[in-house]
């Protein structure tokens, strides 16, 4: 097999492992068709879920069982990145068409509003979009965010150049298993990120400035991971309680960058969903 029909043996293999009665969404928009993993009720108020660079939407299996229970839940494969989304008409090049692209998604899925939930890199999107379309966003969960609040860390940019510059499964393997090193980091998405290193070397994702989170008006929860390679948890918090004096954040000790969000999802899910369960108690 090649190495993008591994990927998508992988894909389909995580994909299995979301609850019964998820279902499959294709939206096209004037930058292509997005694939969308949807669960729970179709009536619910919904949460976006924005993955991090190369973890594809089937990532957030072990959360979906919880966070359906009271949202519907839609995840997204981030257009541009590995994934079933397909890149097509206008060309995402900027945090402009980022933002143009989200918007158009959500109007096909025809979304007025939700709540938006980001780990990594799609943390940097989730809150540049709370802060581009704050009339659609009820609450903004971020896990782990990188380019927030802080730069990464000089040594973890070191780590990441040989899967950056010259990407292979096992350099991206070898990589992974270091950043997730102690933790409980599920190993069928470790050999699926492995493989979008290989498979989609050409990917480029949109990166941009740094948002001014203290522009932001919506609820906010930041979980930080205590031993996260890619910045100081510490340093991040103290940003962002500064940033914004009302957001909640909690930094989980156990956890590292990459093994969020499969490793200790019971803990996740608990914040996550005692955060979003506020909204409905108002």
């Known amino acids: 097999m090649s190495s993008s029909q591994d990927f998508f043996t992988a894909y389909d293999a995580l994909l299995a492992r979301w609850p019964a009665g998820t279902t499959e ?62 890149p097509g008409g ?64 000089l040594g973890f940019l070191l780590r990441s150049l040989p899967i950056l510059l010259r990407p292979t499964e096992a350099r991206a393997r070898a990589f992974l298993d270091r950043e997730t090193a102690g933790t409980d980091t599920d190993p069928d998405w470790k050999q699926l990120y492995a493989l979008a290193a290989s498979g989609f070397s050409n990917r480029k994702l949109v990166v941009g400035r740094r948002p001014d989170p203290a522009a932001l008006s919506v609820p906010l929860l930041v979980l930080l991971a205590g031993r996260s390679g890619v910045h100081d948890a510490a340093h991040v918090a103290a940003r962002a309680r500064k940033a914004v004096p009302g957001a909640r954040i909690e930094i989980l000790a156990e956890l590292t960058h990459f093994a969020m969000p ?6 996740t899910n608990h914040w996550i969903t005692d955060f979003l369960a506020d909204d409905q108690e108002k």
């Open 262 to 267: 499969t490793a200790e999802p019971a803990q």
């Open 25 to 86: 969404i294709d939206v096209p928009t004037p930058y292509g068709t997005t694939r969308v993993h949807a669960y729970g009720p179709a009536d619910a108020t919904p949460v976006l879920l924005l993955h991090g660079g190369g973890s594809t939407g089937a990532v957030w299996f072990a959360n979906a069982p919880a966070l359906g229970t009271q949202h519907r839940v839609l995840a997204v494969d981030i257009l541009g990145d590995a994934g079933r989304s397909v």
């Open 90 to 153: 206008r060309p995402l090049r900027t945090t402009t068409d980022l933002m143009a692209w989200l918007d158009a998604l959500l109007d096909g899925l025809s979304v007025s509003r939700t709540h938006v939930l980001g780990h990594s890199y799609g943390g940097w999107i989730a809150l540049t979009y709370a802060l581009h379309a704050a009339q659609r966003v009820d609450r903004l969960v971020l896990l782990d965010p990188t380019q927030c609040f802080a730069n990464y860390r």
